[in-house]
């Protein structure tokens, strides 16, 4: 239903790519001339060579009609997509029912913000957007008044596998990576599709965070993993509510051979370790493949041109021999089911997505693509592309970088990882998407948008950053005529927000999936009377002029004079806030004075330093809690580790447990991350390998720190176990109540012993146990109970908030890992999803008066920069005060832990910008303990 004068773009840019032009040239001339001989012709030709058997004429036509179908071009759309589409996902049974008006609202389209807009849309699809007048009513329509709330099209995450594993993660239901001896690294011709379970909680969870259609693909550990599908994330939507696979796709109600097909791809770390083949080994059994694709598309293309050649002509002994037996019994055109997709790909009929991170893995990929003349639609992961995007853009293919905004880290593959890569990446126009790679809990597609916020607030400009949720992965995956935009003519599916997107914990108010509601409509009803401020976030700031050589200037002047701070979190001055900004003078590291300028200035004298700040903030230095830090670089190289204690020694022996003062190494990537993030302080306890851990230690993350010279601020902080899935293990603790058994017996019967066992079950030395499961938790209550001297603390704690009045009462302290968990695990099933789909965990367990502090899941080092975004987030989702968010990150954990500080002399970080918001670089940090500089602005990545 085109408009004539519309020029029609073609969805796969693959088809303008100069790569693929001559072929498609070949194409078009096949198809043309299959088209030129009609179905008359066909018939007068039966009639006038009697001497061609009819069955040998069924196999010509029926091979010619394959010819037609496998060199058809892709689906076409016109642009603008016409308001009167109709959603194929529709239907009058299940599908909207009812014309819905939103009234007044901020709207993102998919590209630029309007105002006071009001978009209908029935029948799953919007209608129209037209400017907030108090005339529009439409007949019949429900109407929901936004007053200027924000609307977003409903987010694409091009990445996720969902649905094809499972939440709680079962051995039984991952179905995501296909390993098997017999198929090897290339399995191109197995689909996602066949591993969709319509029942997978995590889509609900997803969807509430506003994310409402996703890319399912197969796993990264293959060279060539499968077929990727588009799905809506809305269980049980068709018209019988039932768990169909079906009714989850994106193109249900579309032909199924005119649907659009992704491959998953991957190179580097991944295949290698699963195959054992190098990265040579891997281009070679890619190549290998390749070209015998290309054979076979090149044999089906000489047999479709020979064939409508022969129809013309009628010749009995051509087409008898075209259509005789092969070797392999197969009449007619060559075909093998093996090789449909790389041939599908080859064709331009397959979108290519390649996991591929490292710059070498990714210039040998378009390598590849070259010499088989394919386009790479995008580079998943993709950590190092911020590195090399002339390289990437000079393929000439628009490849999108699928991306992570800070998750990173983790392998050697990530180690680059850049938190300024958006903004490195837009710059040099290479198209940015962020994506989740769901799985668990550390890749919970419910947070993608926060991605976002992130690569925005270091850097990715606003719009950009909402485009790369929403248009650029709907482009990149050749569906941005349906989904990525809010535009009329476009599916319904709609977001409505509590706040500016790009903000800090953005939550979904409703979210509309071809134009149903997703979420109850209490939430939407208290907003909108109670409006939020929709004030843009902001870009962590560069340093002014006077700040250069900040470090230097302090260090060389014994007293610095910092103006303009807007809000103080110190407990040093009476005056915590002002409009006018407060005065901080610094001696020699230490502060003098805080207070209103008339107040301070006196005490300085005249050659002070004065650095000017616009938004200034003064925080005390935050508090991580981890497993990792200075002990385990990147987790997944043991050359980089510590280590851990032998499952097999005995834990009941107090001289097996280890120390992690004795394998601190105070410097990397998660250092530098910590210091931007004002984290100034950390307790990392040993890595645990089953139930016994060791004795944590208290370090600082300021620069260039030993373990001579001040790195480590306390020795021995706690002795921390593991009671759980995780402390399973072969000696130590082969099963859950062996564990607990076994943390009873050491508090029991060490009583009064002067070893690290004897301090603990006196109460010396706090206790922490690892421990998520609510059961597993109730057995640390009740021993507890038995023995109300120890020290008992609990860490991680997901399902803390199912017995948190049994917490409160025990006086169990928690350092909590879940504020943003997720029931990702059997043993997590009941950790609550949080807002809005159910109360926020952290609320729960702040009005069950438990004492708790936040902290990161093990191994999330990588987030660091962060902390004080996280605890301002939980905060913000629990009604709670920013003094209470960085309490939640700092004297919580300090107080939990028997960590003793004077407030006199805390570390303290001045930051320009709020810190509880996006968008504050830290200007300078103190270490409270001898008043050196822990570092200053500019920031280090
Ligand atoms: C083909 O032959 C049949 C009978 O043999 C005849 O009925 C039919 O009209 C012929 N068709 C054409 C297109 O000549
Ligand atoms: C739309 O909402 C804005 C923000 O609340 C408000 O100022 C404006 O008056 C509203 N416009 C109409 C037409 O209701
Ligand atoms: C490149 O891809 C991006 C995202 O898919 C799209 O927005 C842009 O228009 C494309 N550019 C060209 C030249 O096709
Ligand atoms: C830390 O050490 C590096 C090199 O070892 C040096 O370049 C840098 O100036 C030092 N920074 C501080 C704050 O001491
Ligand atoms: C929590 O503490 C507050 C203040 O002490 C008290 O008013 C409230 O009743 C307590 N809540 C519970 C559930 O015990």
Not at 69 to 78: G, M
Not at 201 to 224: E, F, Q, R
Not at 517 to 534: G, H
Request: proline content about 6%; some cysteine; aromatic content about 6%.
């Amino acid at each position: 239903m085109g408009i004539p004068d519309i020029p029609v773009r073609l969805p796969h840019k693959a088809l303008r790519s100069r790569l693929l032009f001559p072929y498609l040239l070949l194409l078009a001339v096949i198809f043309l001339y299959w088209r030129a001989l009609g179905t008359h012709r066909i018939i007068e030709l039966i009639n006038s060579s009697s001497q061609v058997s009819r069955v040998d004429w069924n196999a010509l036509e029926a091979g010619l009609n394959r010819c037609a179908e496998l060199t058809a071009p892709p689906a076409q759309y016109s642009f603008p997509v016409p308001a009167d589409r109709e959603n194929p996902r529709w239907s009058a049974l299940g599908g909207q029912s009812k014309p819905v008006l939103l009234r007044n609202a901020t709207l993102f389209d998919g590209d630029l913000f309007q105002e006071s807009v009001d978009i209908v849309f029935e029948r799953g699809v919007i209608r129209t957007i037209t400017t907030t007048s108090d005339a529009s009513s439409i007949e019949g329509a429900i109407v929901q008044d936004l007053n200027g709330l924000v609307v977003t099209p409903g987010l694409v995450d091009m990445h996720s596998h969902h649905l094809v594993g499972g939440w709680p993660s079962f051995r039984a239901t991952n179905d995501i990576n296909e390993i098997h001896p017999s198929t090897g690294p290339l399995t191109p011709f197995v689909r996602a599709l066949d591993s969709i379970k319509a029942y997978d909680p995590a889509t609900t969870v997803i969807a509430s965070g506003g994310v409402t259609s996703s890319l399912i693909l197969p796993g990264s550990a293959n060279i060539m993993g499968g077929e990727a599908v588009i799905v809506k994330n809305f269980l049980r939507a068709g018209d019988h509510g039932e768990e169909n696979v079906e009714e989850l796709l994106l193109e249900h109600g579309i032909p199924k051979d005119k649907r659009r097909r992704y491959m998953k791809m991957a190179c580097g770390e991944n295949p290698r370790r699963v195959y054992g083949h190098t990265r040579m080994g891997n281009a070679w059994i890619l190549r290998e493949h390749f070209a015998r694709a290309k054979e076979l598309r090149d044999k089906q293309d000489a047999w479709c041109l020979s064939a409508a050649a022969a129809r013309e002509r009628g010749d009995p002994a051509v087409i008898s021999s075209l259509v005789a037996p092969g070797p392999d019994g197969h009449r007619g055109l060559p075909e093998e089911l093996e090789l449909d997709s790389t041939v599908g790909i080859l064709r331009g009929q397959v979108g290519v997505n390649i996991h591929c991170y490292e710059p070498e893995d990714m210039e040998d990929m378009i390598l590849h693509s070259e010499e088989f003349r394919f386009r790479i639609q995008a580079f998943h992961h993709s950590l190092s592309s911020w590195k090399i995007p002339e390289l990437i853009k000079a393929s000439g293919q628009n490849i999108t970088v699928a991306t992570f905004a800070d998750f990173g880290l983790y392998k050697v593959e990530g180690y680059e990882s850049n938190l300024r890569a958006g903004k490195i990446l837009h710059e040099h126009g290479v198209p940015v998407a962020y994506k989740s790679d769901h799985v668990g809990e550390d890749t919970n597609a419910k947070y993608l948008l926060s991605q976002a916020a992130t690569a925005h607030s270091f850097g990715l400009p606003e719009l950009a950053a909402l485009r790369s949720v929403t248009s650029v992965p709907a482009k990149s995956l050749g569906v941005d005529h349906r989904i990525g935009y809010a535009r009329p003519g476009y599916d319904a599916d709609l977001v409505i927000w509590d706040s500016h997107p790009l903000s800090v914990g953005a939550t979904p108010l409703q979210v509309y999936i071809d134009g149903r509601p997703t979420l109850s409509t209490d939430k939407l009803q208290s907003a909108q009377s109670n409006p939020r401020s929709l004030e843009g976030p902001k870009i962590r700031p560069e340093p002014p002029k006077e700040a250069n050589q900040l470090c230097s200037r302090i260090e060389n002047s014994r007293n610095v004079l910092i103006t303009g701070i807007r809000k103080s979190y110190l407990t040093l001055s009476q005056e915590k806030t002002s409009s006018e900004g407060l005065v901080v003078a610094i001696n020699s590291g230490k502060i003098t004075c805080l207070g209103r300028y008339d107040e301070c200035v006196s005490t300085t004298s005249q050659n002070s330093n004065v650095i000017a700040l616009q938004n200034g903030h003064i925080l005390p230095g935050l508090t991580a809690f981890s497993t990792t830090l200075g002990l385990l670089e990147i987790p997944s190289e043991k050359s980089t580790s510590d280590g851990s204690v032998s499952p097999k020694v005995n834990p009941l022996d107090a001289e097996n447990v280890v120390y992690a003062k004795y394998g601190i190494h105070p410097e990397g990537r998660a250092f530098d991350r910590a210091r931007i993030g004002g984290v100034t302080r950390a307790v990392t306890a040993p890595i645990p390998d089953g139930f016994l851990s060791g004795v944590s230690v208290g370090i600082k993350t300021g620069l260039n720190k030993s373990i001579l010279d001040g790195a480590i601020f306390q020795d021995d902080v706690a002795l921390h176990f593991v009671v759980g899935q995780e402390s399973k293990g072969p000696e130590q603790a082969p099963t859950v109540s062996t564990a607990v058994a076994r943390l009873r017996e050491i508090l029991f019967e060490n009583k009064g012993k002067d070893t690290i066992y004897g301090k603990a079950a006196n109460g010396e030395v706090p206790v922490v146990v690892h421990s998520q499961n609510k059961h597993d938790i109730l057995q640390l209550v009740k021993l507890k109970r038995d023995h109300g001297a120890v020290k008992l603390v609990i860490y991680g704690a997901s399902e803390a908030p199912a017995v948190a009045k049994e917490l409160a009462a025990a006086d169990i302290p928690l350092i909590f890992t879940a504020a943003h968990g997720a029931p990702d695990t059997w043993e997590k099933k009941d950790a609550l999803a949080g807002p809005p789909l159910t109360e926020s965990p952290v609320k729960v367990l702040s009005e069950a008066n438990v004492t708790f502090g936040l902290a990161f899941p093990p191994e999330s080092d990588w987030h660091l920069h962060s902390l004080g975004i996280e605890a301002s987030w939980a905060a913000k989702d629990a009604g709670l005060s920013p003094e209470t968010a960085v309490n939640l990150v700092s004297r919580n954990i300090e107080r939990i832990l028997d960590i003793p500080v004077d407030e006199k002399s805390r570390d303290f970080v001045i930051y320009e910008g709020n810190p509880l918001q996006y968008g504050a670089s830290v200007v300078l940090s103190v270490d409270g303990d001898d008043g050196s500089i822990s570092t200053c602005w500019p920031e280090s990545q």
